[in-house]
């Protein structure tokens, strides 16, 4: 086991004011987080969140601009590593060709791993609909922003 898991995360805001997030089920969890996930061996961090926005999305990407690295201690749900994530504002550059959903955890099938996405509104966005705690803080800093 790794003492460190480092997490990439991007903050996808469409033309009307709204971001991308996704509703997950994994683990015997239900989550809410944003896109993104960890970086794999010999990954950097702008190559892994392509990678996880195409695993997950089926979407390029560009980074524009990083927007917040965990300067707190955080330890994981899912094992005893400490997590380091880091958060960018990016823009899809291919078209999102995804089923989006508007109610929480409305997933499609049934299975262990399930996973749909939503827009959701700046405005309407609540750092409560977050269980992780570098999410949560994201999301604060967010609205805060708006």
């Known amino acids: 086991m790794y003492p460190f898991n480092v997490r990439v995360y991007g903050l996808l805001i469409n033309d009307a004011n709204e971001i991308l997030i996704s509703d997950e089920?994994?683990?015997?969890?239900?989550?809410?987080?944003?896109?993104?996930?960890?970086?794999?061996?010999?990954?950097?961090?702008?190559?892994?969140?392509?990678?996880?926005?195409?695993?997950?999305?089926?979407?390029?990407i560009e980074v524009i601009s990083h927007f917040y690295t965990t300067d707190f201690y955080v330890k994981s749900a899912f094992n005893d590593s400490q997590v380091i994530s880091v958060y960018y504002i990016v823009k899809n550059i291919s078209p999102l060709n995804?089923?989006?959903?508007?109610?929480?955890?409305?997933?499609?099938?049934?299975?262990?791993?399930?996973?749909?996405?939503?827009?959701?509104?700046?405005?309407?966005?609540?750092?409560?609909?977050?269980?992780?705690?570098?999410?949560?803080?994201?999301?604060?800093?967010?609205?805060?922003?708006?």
């Open 25 to 60: 089920q994994e683990y015997g969890m239900r989550f809410t987080k944003f896109p993104g996930g960890g970086l794999e061996a010999g990954e950097g961090l702008i190559d892994g969140l392509k990678r996880e926005f195409m695993e997950e999305c089926d979407a390029e």
């Open 98 to 146: 995804l089923a989006f959903k508007t109610l929480a955890f409305d997933f499609d099938g049934e299975g262990e791993v399930l996973q749909a996405f939503r827009w959701v509104k700046l405005i309407d966005l609540s750092n409560e609909d977050f269980p992780f705690p570098t999410d949560k803080h994201v999301a604060k800093l967010l609205i805060n922003n708006i």
